[in-house]
Nanobody
Framework: QLQLVESGGGLVQPGGSLRLSCAAS????????IGWFRQAPGKEREGVSC??????RINYADSVEGRFTISRDKNTVYLRMNSLKAEDTAVYYC????????????????WGKGTLVTVSS
């Protein structure tokens, strides 16, 4: 059974940076598409970024394009977040899906429990 654990969240000032990690155990991530999602207080969970199993196909939400970078290395997936804004404040989740070509909130097979990112001065 694949298990995902996020880490790296915290409090950061506007304009700052964080790197989130999504560590997998119980199975290899080699065949999984991985997505980063976030949920702000009072809002629905939304997709942030998605990386294919091979790492060759990457997508970003318009709101983070040019500021966030997703990458993967063996059994860990990273989300580098630069130029953070107050509106990036949310719980960030990683999720995995073995089949398909997209990362959608309703379509992932495994989820982590999330890590809180707070952007505030």
């Amino acid at each position: 059974q694949l298990q995902l654990v996020e880490s790296g969240g915290g409090l950061v000032q506007p304009g700052g940076s964080l790197r989130l990690s999504c560590a997998a155990s119980g199975a290899t991530l080699d065949y999984y598409r991985i997505g980063w999602f976030r949920q702000a207080p009072g809002k629905e969970r939304e997709g942030v970024s998605c990386i294919s199993a091979s790492g060759g196909r990457i997508n970003y939400a318009d709101s983070v394009e040019g500021r966030f970078t997703i990458s993967r290395d063996k059994n860990t997936v990273y989300l580098r977040m630069n130029s953070l804004k107050a509106e990036d404040t949310a719980v960030y989740y990683c999720a995995a899906k073995m089949s398909g070509s997209r990362c959608t909130v309703g379509g992932m097979d495994y989820w982590g429990k999330g890590t809180l990112v707070t952007v505030s001065s």
